[in-house]
């Protein structure tokens, strides 16, 4: 038969694979240096938006705690020195100990205002409380309204017993009452 070699026929077998692998080693090398290409740009990415992220917010920060101070229409300062962060803390603060009347919320100095953050808290109060004395007074009417039920069918039933002495089908057990 055939004399082959086994050890030759494995070295056989490596210098193909290996004439394989060098011949189509240009796409290989194609795909290999495109995934690295997109890794390497998905971290850059990640790392500049960490980065930006990061001065945005330091900008910011900053920003609201610059000194500043108006001027009039010549550009001539005008009032005191301040910041922003202060101005909005002023601004807020303001709003809520606004005094407004306590039946429309609009502002108001009257003997009947309160500051605007009572009057808001009232108002919700008020609404929830409303909204729980519906529930209550559905639910008491509607058991008021089975107890009259209820009453005036045994009142009922008592008047009937008493004007016919005739045993009806409801009264013997054979016929449910319908209500």
Not at 19 to 40: C, F, G, P, T, Y
Not at 94 to 123: C, F, H, I
Request: charged share 30%; with cysteine; hydrophobic share 35%.
């Amino acid at each position: 038969m055939l004399n082959i070699n086994e050890e030759d026929l494995k070295s056989a077998i490596v210098e193909k694979a290996a004439d394989e692998l060098l011949r189509h080693d240009e796409d290989l090398s194609a795909m290999v240096n495109k995934e690295v290409q997109r890794r390497i740009e998905k971290i850059f990415v990640d790392r500049a938006e960490a980065q930006i992220s990061t001065a945005v917010d330091a900008a910011v920060q900053k920003g609201f705690d610059v000194e500043y101070q108006r001027v009039n229409n010549w550009g001539q300062p005008e009032g005191e020195k301040t910041t922003i962060r202060a101005q909005l803390d002023k601004l807020i603060g303001g709003y809520w100990t606004t005094k407004v009347d306590s039946r429309t919320g609009k502002p108001s100095d009257s003997y009947n205002s309160t500051t605007r953050a009572e009057y808001l808290m009232t108002q919700i109060c008020a609404e929830n409380f409303s909204e729980e004395m519906k529930k209550h007074a559905t639910n008491i009417a509607g058991h008021l309204k089975d107890g009259l039920r209820g009453q005036l069918a045994s009142v009922m039933d008592n008047m009937l017993n008493d004007l016919f002495r005739v045993k009806s089908l409801q009264d013997q057990g054979k016929v449910t009452k319908p209500y």
